[in-house]
């Protein structure tokens, strides 16, 4: 189908739901509907278009319609020795652009690289109007006008339907190593933060039952160096990358079973959790899944006094779920979530109660 | 533009009352209210617009900044946010019916935390400070602005601002984790945090580039970096601007991000030359400046692949710094650009273009065009690896005609990054000065939900009102055409 055609079908659809008080429900391949709050609103595909709208490798950018399969776009780029640099997690074989950047998830490198809203150079976007507005653009400094299309990122389809996003793209490392140790949770918690504190060339962490897996990126001298001062031995290269991978797909075996997965964010400094349950550190420490059934106002209580919060990733009790997979907001920063909401979405057509119950 | 046209809520209170009401809150030494005084906060790094504000506030902790802003906001009168007054644009330029407040006060480091590799700081903390706080944990706070020795970490974070580095380590949205923010109504909001990816919108990002509009920010934590153990810079010249352009392009294809990648053209290093005897090649058309650090091994490494690229790109001499002396004396021309600037013209003007890289040879071009016809030279130095241009355009305000010649030579160079696919700023924001162009950059649906935007932080509109977005009544009086794309209404035009 041709673009302006689409989104003209796109525009009915929002002009004569906001019309009849209907909602709608902008969706790609599905891969992330277990993600967030229950799914409400009549389905619509975002997938009408497909397609890289524009790639320079020398302008370090590309530009694809929201229905592209973000697993095109990453071959796209590696044939250009070029990458998504936060490695957003797909959670299926035909996830698309517009429901990672909905999502607003990173995978294992963000710890170095950044996450995705980092990357994020623009986005277009059809609003609860019906209207077509382009926010940012293709280079990678551009101060005028608000920052939107880093708001829309993580916004799980709240505040219009994306249609096209530019994102930044980085060359792949010269070289990468993994290295493997065996520590305890609080040892590799200290190693990890005094690494942390150097120059050196980490680019993912993680630690699961007493082994610590580091990755190393960049050119193979500093890799070597670094690799001397870290100590562990090495991973064999393609069982490594399988690694990173299963890791940032939840194919590990940590992530099988059915107790319900928290996703706990901390500061970089904090302790071990003093909670019950198998833990998997990520990114130094900063992210860490738990399996756990403890209570979850308990939890967010012991995570939010170490300055963190938590998200009811998977599973869990149907009644936590209803009271909110996210940390509840402030009354004052929730109060600026609904007039904005508002702003994009006067008739609250898009994806409601997704991210919270009052959006 | 001598004197700030902006759009004002009617006044509601005269100015007597304001300095009563305000003086029940802030203790006499934290008001400003004699003109004499009062003329220090008339403008800021845009000197062309001036304004007289009525009341100057300077609160030393958040709990004043919250009774100033409730009070105003009580009042209905307009405030103006001002860190250290070093902005380009005029986002702090008062409000003639309002009351400016400055961050001065509120310049305490509240901590540096090595092993987090975080600090917490005042907004008027200056940046530069940030970094020699960090420096004794082999830290440093990467967003470096040429005015680092001035600008406040509030107004960094106001206008998004760039450095030299930010190529490899991010710009200000990439480096601050959180801020307190202050909204005109006297709330305070925790926005971000210290740990990753804070639930809800992504509210941080909003913030940050927000030029003063949204609230005030009280508090910022910023994300610190190891310095690395070795920096070396590499100095080479070109007989022709389109082979400098492609050098760029050629480093960047090959899978290297340079810590920092510059441009000056001839005029330019001519201009430096005299004025910080770097021995820069005065023969070149363009000399580029492209910096590597990381350890010694991978900078070594780096510089080699940099040197080789260079070379094939057709540089007709080549450089490297063998010590840190001889580096900083690379770099020392570029950032003394906007001083020599000074030195050789009675004024000048700096814009702020960004375009595709690719671009950049035929901007250059089209730029020399302009600058023949308006009969103003001009000098170019550019952040080339992310495309963001700073033309100084000089001239002499004692000279009829020239301020104005001045300034439509600006607005075309403006135009022009837009239409090149490009924004009318990269990192010294809107403010007043650029406020027309965002008719230019935006159409009316995106302006209107801009406004949107700002009313859900700030629903009086008495946040430094009149800044950085158009009103939607200014472009159509304005007659701007929106160039939608990069695609001109009328191609076969020629522009310049
Ligand atoms: C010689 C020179 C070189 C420069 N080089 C660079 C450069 O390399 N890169 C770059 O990006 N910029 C550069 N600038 C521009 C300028 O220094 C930056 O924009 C800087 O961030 C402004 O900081 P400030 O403290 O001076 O802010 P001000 O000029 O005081 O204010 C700027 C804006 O921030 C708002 N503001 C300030 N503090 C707060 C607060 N606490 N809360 C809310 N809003 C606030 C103001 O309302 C205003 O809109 C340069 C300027 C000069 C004069």
Redesign the pocket.
Same mark, same amino acid.
Request: glycine share 28%; with cysteine.
């Given at each position: 189908m041709m673009t302006t055609s689409f989104h003209a079908v796109l525009r009915e659809q929002v002009l004569d739901a906001a019309a009849r008080g209907g909602t709608l429900r902008p969706h790609g391949s599905g891969s992330k509907d277990f993600l967030a709050q229950a799914l409400a609103g009549t389905p619509l595909d975002m997938r009408g278009v497909q397609g890289v709208i524009a790639y320079e490798p020398s302008e370090l950018y590309i530009t694809a319609h929201a229905g592209t399969r973000i697993a095109d776009i990453e071959a796209l780029l590696a044939s250009h020795q070029q990458m998504l640099a936060f490695e957003p997690p797909h959670f299926g074989a035909s996830a698309t652009l517009g429901g990672v950047l909905a999502s607003g998830l990173s995978g294992p490198r963000r710890v170095a690289a950044g996450s995705l809203r980092d990357f994020v150079l623009g986005v277009s976007l059809m609003d609860g109007q019906g209207r077509v507005l382009r926010f940012g653009g293709q280079v990678m400094k551009n101060v005028a006008g608000f920052d939107v299309s880093r708001l829309i990122a993580g916004s799980f389809g709240t505040l219009g339907l994306v249609l096209d996003v530019t994102l930044k793209v980085l060359p792949v490392p010269q070289a990468e190593q993994t290295r493997v140790l065996e520590l305890d949770e609080t040892e590799a918690l200290v190693r990890l933060r005094e690494w942390g504190a150097q120059p050196l060339p980490l680019s993912a962490s993680a630690w699961h039952d007493g082994r610590l897996c580091v990755r190393l990126s960049g050119a193979q001298v500093a890799i070597d160096a670094a690799a001397r001062l870290i100590g562990g031995e090495a991973a064999d290269g393609c069982a490594a990358t399988g690694y990173w991978q299963s890791l940032r797909e939840h194919l590990q075996g940590f992530f099988a079973g059915d107790a319900p997965l928290w996703r706990v964010a901390l500061p970089p400094v904090a302790p071990r959790l003093p909670i019950d349950g198998d833990v998997l550190l990520e990114w130094h420490g900063m992210q860490r899944w738990l399996r756990s059934d403890a209570d979850a106002d308990a939890l967010r209580h012991v995570v939010s006094a170490l300055g963190g919060h938590a998200t009811l990733f998977r599973g869990g009790r149907a009644l936590d779920r209803e009271l909110g997979v996210f940390e509840p907001l402030a009354p004052e920063v929730m109060a600026v979530h609904r007039r904005l909401k508002q702003a994009f979405d006067p008739s609250g057509v898009f994806s409601p109660g997704r991210l919270y119950a009052e959006l | 533009m001598s004197t700030a046209t902006q759009a004002l809520p009617e006044s509601v209170t005269d100015t007597a009352t304001l300095i009563a009401e305000l003086a029940r809150e802030l203790p006499a030494d934290c008001l400003i209210t004699d003109t004499g005084r009062l003329r220090a906060y008339e403008c800021?790094?845009l000197m062309l617009m001036r304004e007289m504000p009525l009341v100057v506030a300077l609160p030393a902790t958040e709990a004043q900044v919250i009774a100033v802003l409730r009070t105003c906001h009580r009042l209905g009168v307009p405030v103006?946010?001002?860190?250290?007054?070093?902005?380009?644009s005029g986002?702090?330029t008062p409000h003639a019916q309002g009351v400016v407040l400055s961050?001065a006060r509120?310049n305490r480091i509240v901590s540096v935390d090595r092993l987090a590799q975080q600090a917490v700081v005042q907004?008027?903390v200056r940046?530069l400070a940030v970094s020699e706080a960090a420096a004794p944990h082999g830290l440093y706070y990467a967003p470096?602005?040429?005015?680092q020795i @001035?600008?406040?970490i /509030? %107004?960094?974070? @106001?206008?998004n601002? /760039? %450095?030299?580095h930010c190529l490899k380590y991010g710009l200000t949205v990439h480096n601050v984790l959180r801020v307190r923010l202050v909204s005109m109504a006297g709330e305070v909001m925790e926005i971000g945090s210290e740990a990753p990816d804070s639930p809800g919108y992504d509210l941080l990002a909003l913030t940050i580039g927000?030029?003063?509009l949204l609230?005030?920010?009280?508090e910022v934590t910023v994300k610190l970096v190891p310095k690395p153990r070795v920096a070396r810079c590499v100095l080479a010249a070109f007989d022709d601007i389109r082979r400098a352009g492609q050098a760029v392009a050629d480093v960047i294809a090959a899978g290297i991000i340079p810590a920092g990648l510059e441009m000056m053209d001839q005029a330019t290093t001519a201009a430096v030359e005299q004025f910080v005897h770097a021995g820069y090649p005065l023969d070149a058309t363009a000399i580029l400046l492209c910096e590597s650090d990381g350890t010694a091994e991978e900078v070594e490494d780096e510089i080699a692949r940099v040197r080789a690229l260079l070379d094939a790109a057709g540089a007709t001499e080549i450089r490297v710094s063998s010590d840190e002396a001889e580096r900083l004396r690379f770099w020392a021309g570029r950032k003394a650009a906007?001083?020599a600037a000074g030195r050789i013209s009675p004024d000048y003007y700096c814009m702020d273009g960004t375009i595709p890289r690719k671009r950049l040879a035929e901007m250059l071009e089209a730029m020399n065009a302009m600058s023949a016809r308006y009969g103003l030279r001009c000098l170019n130095v550019f952040h080339a690896g992310d495309g963001n241009l700073h033309p100084l355009i000089l001239f002499d305000s004692n000279v009829p005609d020239e301020l104005h010649r001045a300034e439509a030579f600006g607005v075309e160079i403006l135009e022009l990054s837009v239409a090149l696919g490009g924004t009318i700023t990269g990192?010294?924001?809107v403010?007043l000065e650029k406020i027309n162009q965002m008719c230019t950059q935006f159409a009316p649906d995106e302006l209107d939900m801009f406004h949107r935007v700002k009313a859900a932080f700030d629903p009086a509109g008495l946040m430094?009102p009149g800044?950085a977005v158009p009103t939607l009544h200014r472009c159509a009086e304005m007659g701007r055409m929106h160039v939608h794309h990069g695609e001109l209404p009328h191609p076969e035009l020629p522009r310049f």
């Open positions: - | 800021d790094g103006v946010p001002r860190g250290a007054g070093t902005g380009l986002g702090a961050t509120l907004p008027g940046n470096d602005p040429s005015s @001035a600008c406040s /509030g %107004g960094n974070v @106001a206008e601002s /760039g %450095g030299v927000s030029e003063g609230g005030v920010v009280t906007f001083p990192e010294h924001g403010g430094n800044k």
